[in-house]
Every structure is written in structure tokens, then in C-alpha cells.
């Protein structure tokens, strides 16, 4: 039989997550909608057909984290976290709002780490349970632009493999799922004109839902989504000289579309 879930997803308002929520439903047995906004969460519960519970909050308050675990019990327990809630900003390092760094660190990686701590106990109580972090593949690849952003989510990666090898004698798995560009609000214009001069590919969301549901059934514990974009990481691992130099080619084009 099938796996049935019964989920927590974080930004589960739009793009990616709203892609995972949709494309988890038919699986899941309820679902846990986390976000700032009520009105987008309650129009996506509309459409899921499965029983859901919303948390509207700031993940960084003990009161928005407490309401999470309560609906997780509500719902009789959670097998499946997904920390998806994420903002960018890109921007040149030296000059970008410290307000902004500060927010892409609290929401991209201090919150994941938030919510899990919140919830283990609850995962802990499932046979076999996942907390599986949407990371992204600028934190494995440095890119400019996106310093902040990168380390943030590099961040995430280094917190999953330790997690995941701390509770790896529990029921507990800790996963890594890293997205390539993918076509959602958190993109500025300037992104997206960046990205047509550069020819990036892009994905839309409901292609990384999908990919993200087949990684979900399978058992490695990372996984890049994008060949080209794999490749890449590998070698910036194995002789990082390389992408420096790829990427200096492109430097021009990046800074004609950084924020002035």
C-alpha cells in the first residue's frame, strides 16, 4: 500500500509550496498549511479535498510554533515536515539592506531549525517519519547576487546533514531537496531578466511538486533537481577553479540587472 501522509508545510501560500500541498493531497490524510496569509491558504485548502488545518504566523515566535505542534496533534500526528518557507533578495552584497540579510537568515534557516526542534518529539512518535528542507541550488553553488541567499541556504544543507546523522537511530529521516530556478514570486523582475539574458533554465512549480513527491517515495537524502545544475555542484565540490571562472564570464551581465 501506498504511503498516506499527514503533513506540516511551511509557505504553503504560493509557489513551491502551494505546488507540494496540491500534488501531496491525493496522499495525505491532512495537511498542515503554514504561512503569513490566511486568504491564500484558505483558498488553497479549498481545492485539496483532504482534511486541513492553517497556521497563519511568524515561525520565529513561540506562539506561531506552538500553534503548529497543536494542529499536528489535532490532525493525530505528523509523519512529514516540510520546511519550505523561504524569501530572497538580489542584491550586491555591499550595499543590500542589513534588514534583508537578517530576514533571508530567519526565515530561510533559523525557522527550519525553529520548527523542527518543535516538532521531533511529535515525529519521533510516527513509525517512520520525514522532516525533508527545501534548500536551493545557490546554496551549494555560489552565486552573485545572491551571497545572503546562498549562505542561508547553504546553511540549511549543513543543518540537514547533521540532523539527519544525529537522528539516524531514531524513526526520523532528515532529507535535503534543492530546486533550480524555478518560476514563483520570490523571483524580481530583475531575476527574471537576468535569467533570459543568461538563458537559465526554469522550472515551473508544479514540475519541481512533482519531482519533489518522487523523491519523497525514494530513499537518498539529497537530491539536485536540474542535470546541468548537478554537474555543476559536483565539480565546484571536487575543483571549485572552474565555476569561478564560468561565472566571471557572466559577471557583466549580472551586475547590468543588480539592484541600484
Not at 39 to 54: F, H, K, S, Y
Not at 78 to 97: C, E, K, M, P, W
Not at 180 to 196: E, F, G, H, K, L
Request: with cysteine; charged share 20%; proline share 5%.
Amino acid at each position: 500500500m501506498a504511503a498516506r501522509y499527514r503533513a506540516v508545510i511551511t509557505g504553503a501560500g504560493g509557489g513551491i509550496g502551494a505546488a507540494i500541498a496540491r500534488a501531496l493531497a491525493p496522499h495525505a490524510d491532512a495537511l498542515v498549511l503554514v504561512g503569513r496569509r490566511r486568504a491564500p491558504l484558505d483558498a488553497l485548502a479549498a481545492q485539496l479535498g483532504t482534511r486541513v488545518e492553517i497556521v497563519c504566523g511568524d515561525l520565529l515566535e513561540d506562539a506561531t510554533l506552538a500553534a503548529v505542534e497543536a494542529a499536528g496533534r489535532a490532525i493525530g500526528g505528523v509523519d512529514l515536515l516540510v520546511n519550505n518557507a523561504g524569501v530572497s533578495d538580489f542584491h550586491a552584497f555591499d550595499t543590500q539592506d542589513p534588514q534583508r540579510i537578517r530576514a533571508m537568515l530567519d526565515t530561510n534557516l533559523l525557522a527550519p531549525m525553529l520548527l523542527s526542534r518543535r516538532l521531533i518529539p511529535l515525529l519521533k512518535e510516527s513509525p517512520a517519519a520525514q522532516i525533508v528542507n527545501i534548500g536551493s541550488v545557490f546554496g551549494m553553488l555560489g552565486f552573485p547576487g545572491f551571497a545572503a541567499y546562498g549562505a542561508s541556504k547553504a546553511g540549511l544543507a549543513g543543518f540537514s546533514q547533521a540532523l539527519r546523522r544525529e537522528l539516524s537511530d531514531s524513526t526520523v529521516a532528515v532529507r535535503h531537496f534543492a530546486p533550480r530556478a524555478t518560476r514563483t514570486p520570490i523571483n524580481s523582475a530583475a531575476v527574471d531578466a537576468m535569467n533570459r539574458e543568461l538563458g537559465t533554465a526554469e522550472d515551473a512549480p508544479e514540475a519541481v511538486a512533482a519531482a519533489f513527491l518522487a523523491f519523497l517515495r525514494g530513499s537518498a537524502w539529497q537530491r539536485t533537481l536540474g542535470r546541468q545544475e548537478s554537474f555543476f555542484v559536483l565539480v565546484n565540490k571536487l575543483l571549485p577553479g572552474l565555476p569561478d571562472g564560468a561565472i566571471r564570464k557572466q559577471l557583466a551581465v549580472i551586475r547590468k540587472h543588480l539592484p541600484r
